[in-house]
């Protein structure tokens, strides 16, 4: 079953297509791994899930739930991450949660769990503020997490991270699926983590989708076209490529 499905999903501004024609297929209970060069359309496509962005033309559902006409009830069902999280610098980062929680309607109980799920039980007392760049994304995974959603939507969640913060994460989001039943949907530029976290994968380019399903479909699709399988970064680099020499070189 999927629990999220796009139909011919575009997005164009003025003279600008984002998005163009997408048909995406996510499986419920698994990570999907969204991939692209930057300006792809991956945040694009995220923000109309998210109500951010309208589409211009095509359509979605999200478990069942048709966009627009369930807008509200879509958005119930999501915890989302979208590019750097923002966050009241003057209150703690327990104090930040606790507003979610009481906009969500949430036990009291769910912000600790969240902080801890992120590994930010320790700094809970310590204002925003003055958290590094990789304490602010676990704040922001903290913020999707609460509440456990069945649907996440995490975009570039390991930006800033250490490798230790990095291996985290990836082992946390690897979890969620088996510990909460959630589906999650995450776009990374690094490529090595997303072929260890995720079982499926979209990759875009200019808007376009050129490959949709499992690694090791994508593996036997690349060796059938002669392209590198030796990682997920070369065959990807291999299918980008490709696609910009078909376009007339544009990258």
Do not use: W
Not at 165 to 194: D, M, N, Q, Y
């Amino acid at each position: 079953m999927y629990i999220i499905e796009t139909r011919h999903l575009t997005k164009s501004y003025a003279d600008f297509t984002a998005v163009s024609d997408v048909s995406l297929h996510i499986p419920k209970g698994t990570v999907y791994g969204f991939l692209g060069p930057n300006g792809a359309g991956k945040s694009t496509t995220m923000k109309m899930f998210l109500g951010l962005a309208r589409p211009t033309s095509g359509s979605f559902t999200v478990d069942g739930k048709k966009y627009p006409e369930n807008r509200v009830s879509i958005l119930k069902e999501i915890g989302s991450f979208i590019e750097a999280p923002a966050f009241y610098g003057n209150l703690t980062g327990e104090e930040n949660l606790e507003i979610v929680r009481r906009i969500l309607g949430l036990p009291k109980s769910s912000v600790s769990e969240a902080l801890e799920l992120v590994g930010l039980t320790q700094f809970k007392k310590r204002v925003a503020k003055k958290y590094s760049l990789g304490m602010k994304q676990r704040l922001g995974l903290a913020s999707a997490l609460i509440g456990k959603p069945p649907i996440l939507i995490l975009d570039e969640p390991t930006n800033g991270l250490d490798p230790v913060g990095i291996h985290e994460i990836r082992t946390l989001i690897r979890s969620l699926p088996e510990k909460f039943g959630c589906t999650v949907l995450v776009s990374s530029h690094l490529l090595a983590e997303v072929e260890l976290m995720a079982d499926n994968i979209g990759i875009l380019n200019h808007g376009h989708l050129l490959f949709e399903g499992t690694l090791d479909e994508l593996k036997a699709s690349a060796h059938s076209r002669g392209y590198p399988t030796y990682n997920l970064e070369e065959t990807f680099l291999a299918l980008i490529d490709a696609d910009n020499q078909k376009r007339g070189g544009e990258q």
